[in-house]
């Protein structure tokens, strides 16, 4: 007798396509706003970069120069060759979508990971992470530092939701790295990286505890990397002329706080940031309890913990810096990607927990504040966007600077910088560079073509590799998990077999895993299913046809079926019985693919 399984539940080859099509919507429109409303010249502050980008100043001082309270390392790295490159102020918004939108599709391959199949409510990752109210960061290259401050961090809660005592050594390994990354990209990155340097510590400790002294002398080195920087950092460091001194009113830093906090679900959480910021800073803390009491070994809470604390500690930073300015000075469209970690840490942990609701409620408040993010992003760039029409006019017409800077930045968004523009649009005209190019340009440069080409095809490389790595992690972790609690799902076999009644005329009394389980691809229903050699004891049914049966007490070869599911195995009793798991495969081959071991 032989049982084909099937399974209940929902389809995810399903769900998964509607959450790869809604990213590639969400990667699209980022891209289509940045080359619809982002030009080829600077916006606010990038007017200060102007002289070392087109080589008035020297590279290598620039990378370490102050940049009001910052120093980004970091980002002036990657994005000096790049505009060296492309000679196109549009690299860095280009970049930053590009990099968002990969952490927005590694993240929904995480999640499925974690609970062991994807679900609607990751559309959360590409809904935050590439919404238009980040219309600030997207349109100004140099806010490249935010977007790889929010990768970093976020790979930060991702190597501490795994760590273990057992792994204390390699995830300290990878925290340091990052954390020190971290603090390249800026002041805020020094913030966060300090209690990520104390959770370093703390894994040391553990490592020097099981004897290892000399790794533990290793990831000490790791914990002080970042504060060593922070000393450096601070050297030759001058406070910006025009900001003010840190607030000392605690109401105004509370409330700059807790809006730099709310802006982690966009601009377009403005008017209701009060809400937003007291449901997260709750979340923080249900998050916490919940990963403590889940398990006695606490060294991911702690790590989580300290991420998200460095997070927390960076809008403290903007409420003290910025609370003297006014109590509206946290509600920047680009303060969102600095707090974002705060959602994405938290949805993570509780997918992680297997809980569906917490994650479905965050995603809910997501798309209530999507329309308001969408557009406020639209306003705001189309402003920006007729300015910069306006001025690529002028300088197609040949217009001295001082009449273009006179003209148009006294009330409009580069007001402020109109000292840097007198210098640099000389600068931009000499180097023949986008809209300052000698006569101008009317029509569109190869960079126009190369950029979106470039980033369109990375990411759909990166999908492929992030996708693939995905699907061969969570094969390895569902084949570990079944070689560990395979006694416990011997006992689950029985009682949904017995349940469901079949055979026919006969009990189940038990049965006992004989071999190595086979994992397989489901194609028919998707996820993970896998394949388990058998032998089932029965028990006639008093009165029934088989009671008298000679053969019916006889044990049974048969292969059971199991699905992985929210992080566990499940299974409704159904078996392929006189069929070994090859066999099984072999007899449905249509349904069935086996996955090798390190492969998807």
């Not at 390699?170 to 990155?189: C, E, I, N, R």
């Not at 070994?297 to 300015?325: E, K, P, Y």
């Not at 523009?421 to 029509?443: E, K, M, Q, S």
């Amino acid at each position: 007798m032989s049982q084909t399984y099937s399974d209940g539940g929902p389809a995810t080859s399903r769900v998964r396509g509607l959450l790869l099509l809604t990213w590639a919507a969400f990667t699209l429109a980022a891209v289509g706003f940045v080359v619809t409303f982002g030009t080829n010249a600077p916006y606010a502050d990038e007017w200060e970069f102007v002289p070392a980008l087109v080589g008035d100043e020297p590279a290598l001082p620039w990378v370490w120069k102050q940049h009001n309270e910052h120093r980004m390392v970091l980002s002036r790295l990657v994005y000096y060759p790049l505009f060296q490159l492309t000679r196109d102020f549009r690299t860095g918004m280009l970049l930053q979508v590009a990099l968002l939108s990969a952490l927005a599709l590694g993240l929904m391959s995480l999640a499925a990971r974690l609970r062991g199949r994807p679900v609607l409510a990751d559309v959360f990752f590409p809904v935050t992470l590439l919404h238009l109210g980040h219309w600030e960061n997207f349109i100004m290259g140099y806010q490249l530092c935010f977007a790889l401050f929010t990768v970093l961090v976020t790979g930060l809660v991702v190597v501490a939701l795994r760590a273990t005592r057992e792994s204390a050594f390699p995830s300290g390994v990878q925290a340091g790295a990052l954390g020190f990354l971290v603090a390249l990209t800026g002041g805020s990155g020094l913030v966060a990286a300090v209690p990520v340097s104390a959770w370093v510590a703390y894994l040391a400790v553990l490592v020097a505890r099981r004897g290892g002294h000399l790794r533990a002398l290793v990831l000490t080195g790791f914990a002080l990397l970042p504060l060593l920087y922070t000393g450096v950092y601070f050297v030759g460091y001058e406070k910006p002329p025009h900001h003010p001194p840190l607030s000392r009113d605690p109401v105004a830093v509370a409330m700059v706080t807790g809006e730099v906090i709310a802006m982690a679900f966009g601009i377009g959480a403005s008017g209701v940031w009060p809400a937003a910021a007291v449901a997260i800073l709750g979340l923080l803390v249900a998050t916490t309890i919940l990963m403590w009491r889940r398990s006695g070994d606490h060294t991911a809470t702690v790590g989580v913990a300290a991420v998200l604390l460095g997070v927390c500690g960076v809008a403290l930073a903007i409420g003290l810096g910025r609370g003297s300015m006014g109590t509206d000075m946290g509600l920047w469209s680009r303060y969102s990607l600095l707090t974002w970690p705060l959602l994405g840490g938290v949805y993570l942990a509780w997918a992680a927990a297997g809980r569906k609701w917490v994650p479905l409620l965050i995603c809910t408040a997501a798309a209530f504040v999507f329309p308001a993010n969408l557009g406020t992003g639209m306003l705001m760039g189309a402003n920006v966007h007729e300015h910069y029409v306006r001025l690529t006019f002028a300088a197609t017409a040949g217009a001295p600077a001082e009449l273009i800077v006179e003209q148009l930045f006294p009330d409009g968004p580069n007001a402020g910088q109109i000292e840097r523009a007198l210098a640099g649009i000389p600068l931009l005209r000499a180097a023949n560079v986008g809209i300052f190019a000698t006569g101008g340009r009317t029509g569109p440069s190869w960079g126009d073509w190369l950029l979106p080409a470039l980033a369109v095809g990375l990411l759909v490389l990166g999908a492929r590799w992030v996708w693939r790595f995905g699907r061969a992690v969570a094969a390895e972790r569902a084949r570990e998990l079944f070689r560990l609690q395979h006694e416990r799902y011997e006992e689950q076999l029985v009682a949904a077999a017995g349940a469901a009644g079949t055979p026919r005329g006969l009990t189940w009394v038990r049965s006992r895993i004989t071999g190595d389980a086979v994992l397989v691809r489901d194609l028919v229903h998707g996820g993970i299913a896998a394949l388990v050699p058998v032998v089932v004891e029965f028990e006639p049914v008093p009165g029934s046809d088989m009671e008298n049966h000679a053969l019916a007490r006889e044990p049974r070869p048969a292969t059971a079926v199991f699905a992985f599911d929210r992080g566990t195995w499940t299974t409704s009793g159904r078996v392929v019985f006189n069929h070994t798991p090859d066999q099984t495969v072999a007899a449905f081959a249509k349904q069935f693919r086996v996955i090798p071991h390190g492969q998807h």
